[in-house]
């Protein structure tokens, strides 16, 4: 069985410029997290999505940061305009059961960077 | 708010030692608690996942256990191998996941 997948797995770019990751989450898993990760640090959770609802968005950016999940299967994040600050790692996990009440299974991450 | 802390933040032990790892978490109403391992430029593997009404749980070498009351839990690694080098993260479920910074794990040959 595939794992989540995530593309690119590496990406640079220039501040002001648009960047976006996609995520294909395991069949099967209506649950899927975008989470961001600093060096160092846990992941925290940017948003949630339950199929194509997006259930937990308080933590996204949303002056920047968008996000969408059009068919409750794979999903984009998206990031306009990148700031320096955004240099991180972009996971993407998926579960069975919603609302963190099962296993998640993470992708490889996004690692980006912003010069 | 929930936080979740983990103790130490790195560990260095010869190989074949048992060793345990610390998660403390400020609000005992969760669904679950989960443990992962993380290795370098990689996503997180989930190890062992403990429901509130659960106590532990073992996976092979591995043994995690939860005192809600006390907002505690611990990751027990029995006979520990240079493979086992990661960082070992802790995540506390209600409604979302909340994770620890992790814990920096090396085993010497």
């Known amino acids: 069985e595939a794992g989540v997948v995530q593309s690119p797995r590496y990406k640079i770019i220039e501040k002001k410029q648009p960047v976006a990751f996609w995520c294909n989450p395991i069949?099967?898993?209506?649950?899927l997290y975008w989470y961001l990760q600093n060096l160092g640090q846990g992941p925290e959770l940017l948003i949630r999505?339950?199929?194509?609802?997006?259930?937990?968005d308080s933590q996204l950016p949303k002056d920047r940061f968008s996000a969408e999940r059009l068919k409750g299967v794979d999903s984009t994040l998206k990031i306009q305009p990148a700031e320096l600050g955004d240099s991180a790692v972009y996971l993407c996990?998926?579960?069975?059961?919603?609302?963190?009440?099962?296993?998640?299974?993470f992708g490889p991450g996004t690692r980006l960077t912003v010069l | 708010k929930q936080e979740v802390t983990q103790i130490p933040a790195a560990l260095s032990v010869p190989e074949g030692e048992n060793l345990v790892l610390n998660c403390s978490f400020t609000?005992?109403?969760?669904?679950?608690l989960q443990w992962f391992r993380q290795d370098p430029g990689k996503g997180l593997t989930s190890l062992l996942l403990?429901?509130?009404?659960?106590r532990e749980q073992t996976s092979g070498r591995l043994n995690a256990s939860l005192d809600k009351s006390s907002g505690r839990s611990t990751l027990y690694i029995a006979a520990s191998q240079p493979g086992d080098s990661a960082t070992y993260l802790c995540?506390?479920?209600?409604?979302?996941?909340?994770f620890g910074t992790g814990t920096r794990l090396k085993v010497l040959a």
């Open positions: 996990a998926s579960s069975f059961l919603p609302g963190g009440t099962d296993t998640q299974y």
């Open positions: 069949s099967g898993h209506n649950t």
């Open positions: 999505y339950e199929n194509e609802e997006a259930v937990d």
């Open positions: 609000d005992s109403a969760i669904y679950n």
């Open positions: 403990i429901q509130s009404s659960q």
């Open positions: 995540a506390v479920s209600a409604y979302k996941y909340i």
